[in-house]
């Protein structure tokens, strides 16, 4: 059976919920033709019944038509992977072609700015913020699994995912671009510092990566040599890079071939970094614990209340 693990939507109804730490089984196999029951699956309130069956379709998709069915959707790990590594390729391919068009003003900016790491709202762009996204989300689901096993490393992951949230909240808001902006305007700075939101961020960064390295020592080598060279790869392409990026900004300007070239070098390795993160968590998710399960509160009213 190819790597996977499962995730489960659950709507019971007419059942208040309660806590459920119990571990999940392990899941049948993808190709099961059989309907199997819901019991066991955590946070299931009608886990010591069989009256709710969970059938699962072709390719592990299960369907749900009546309240209190499960919906369980088996994610092969592999496939995943493949997607990630060849859209994440693609983009950095063309943003490589546009850049250097862009450049030698081969083509107009109406088309290289979407493929264009450096022009922000574009495709690339969208990819980092999902895949950031993508893997805040996956490290709460980590922390969670440690958490209820009383795990000491799940604290390391709560910090993980705070600091990927952090930096989600960043890219989709522009943060660290205005604070340069705004540094920029009151010092005036120049040559290596004219993006200078590094000097806010770089010790920061340090300071934070001293943190995390402590938890991350506490991780199983599987799980931390596979995080490593992502979060480093999007660290380096990130921060390390930056003070090139300026330079060159600063001497030839930001319209000039070298200075796109490095800046796609830059975005290049955020998107390898997250790609590599992104299949690192998924890895560590399939050791951590079986499955997610989501469920929905039956006890939640969810219908306004008429005004009288």
Same mark, same amino acid.
């Given at each position: 059976?190819? *790597?996977?693990?499962?995730?489960?939507?659950?709507?019971?109804?007419? *059942?208040?919920?309660? /806590?459920?730490?119990?571990?999940?089984?392990?899941?049948?196999?993808? $190709?099961? $033709?059989?309907?199997?029951?819901?019991?066991?699956?955590?946070?299931?309130p009608s886990a010591t019944k069989d009256t709710t069956p969970i059938r699962r379709a072709q390719g592990g998709r299960g369907g749900?038509? &009546?309240?209190?069915?499960?919906?369980?959707?088996?994610?092969?790990?592999?496939?995943?992977?493949? !997607?990630? @590594?060849?859209?994440?390729?693609?983009?950095?391919?063309? %943003?490589?072609?546009?850049?250097?068009?862009?450049?030698?003003?081969?083509?107009?900016?109406?088309?290289?700015?979407?493929? $264009?790491?450096?022009?922000?709202?574009?495709?690339?762009?969208?990819?980092?913020?999902?895949?950031?996204?993508?893997?805040?989300?996956?490290?709460?689901?980590? @922390?969670?699994? +440690?958490?209820?096993?009383?795990?000491?490393?799940?604290?390391? @992951?709560?910090?993980?995912?705070?600091?990927?949230?952090?930096?989600?909240?960043d890219e989709t808001t522009y943060l660290h671009q205005s604070l340069s902006e705004a540094l920029h305007d009151t010092f005036h700075f120049h040559g290596v510092l004219k993006f200078a939101w590094t000097i806010v961020y770089v010790?920061? *960064?340090?300071?934070?990566?001293? !943190?995390?390295? /402590?938890?991350?020592?506490?991780?199983?080598?599987?799980? &931390?040599?596979?995080?490593?060279?992502?979060?480093?790869?999007?660290?380096?392409?990130?921060?390390?890079?930056?003070?090139?990026?300026?330079?060159? *900004? %600063?001497?030839?300007?930001? +319209?000039?071939?070298?200075?796109?070239?490095?800046?796609?070098?830059? %975005?290049?390795?955020?998107?390898?970094?997250?790609?590599?993160?992104?299949?690192?968590?998924?890895?560590?998710?399939?050791?951590?614990?079986?499955?997610?399960?989501?469920?929905? $509160?039956?006890?939640? %009213?969810?219908?306004?209340?008429?005004?009288?």
């Amino acid at each position: 059976m190819p *790597a996977s693990f499962m995730i489960v939507y659950h709507r019971s109804v007419g *059942a208040r919920m309660q /806590r459920d730490d119990r571990v999940m089984p392990a899941p049948p196999p993808l $190709d099961a $033709d059989e309907p199997f029951t819901s019991r066991g699956l955590p946070g299931d309130p009608s886990a010591t019944k069989d009256t709710t069956p969970i059938r699962r379709a072709q390719g592990g998709r299960g369907g749900a038509g &009546r309240d209190g069915e499960v919906v369980v959707v088996g994610v092969d790990l592999g496939r995943v992977q493949t !997607v990630l @590594w060849l859209a994440t390729g693609t983009l950095i391919v063309l %943003d490589f072609v546009v850049s250097v068009a862009a450049g030698l003003q081969m083509l107009p900016y109406t088309i290289t700015r979407f493929f $264009d790491g450096d022009a922000k709202v574009n495709f690339p762009t969208g990819a980092k913020t999902t895949l950031l996204l993508a893997a805040t989300l996956l490290m709460l689901g980590c @922390w969670t699994a +440690g958490r209820r096993r009383a795990d000491p490393v799940a604290r390391g @992951w709560l910090l993980l995912a705070l600091v990927t949230a952090f930096a989600f909240t960043d890219e989709t808001t522009y943060l660290h671009q205005s604070l340069s902006e705004a540094l920029h305007d009151t010092f005036h700075f120049h040559g290596v510092l004219k993006f200078a939101w590094t000097i806010v961020y770089v010790p920061a *960064a340090l300071l934070v990566g001293a !943190v995390l390295l /402590r938890h991350l020592r506490q991780m199983r080598p599987q799980v &931390r040599n596979r995080l490593l060279p992502g979060g480093g790869i999007y660290v380096f392409g990130a921060i390390c890079l930056e003070p090139v990026k300026s330079h060159i *900004a %600063d001497s030839l300007g930001d +319209g000039s071939t070298a200075f796109r070239l490095v800046a796609a070098i830059s %975005d290049s390795m955020e998107l390898a970094g997250l790609a590599l993160l992104v299949c690192a968590l998924l890895h560590a998710a399939r050791i951590l614990t079986v499955g997610f399960s989501f469920v929905l $509160d039956p006890t939640a %009213d969810s219908s306004p209340e008429t005004p009288r």
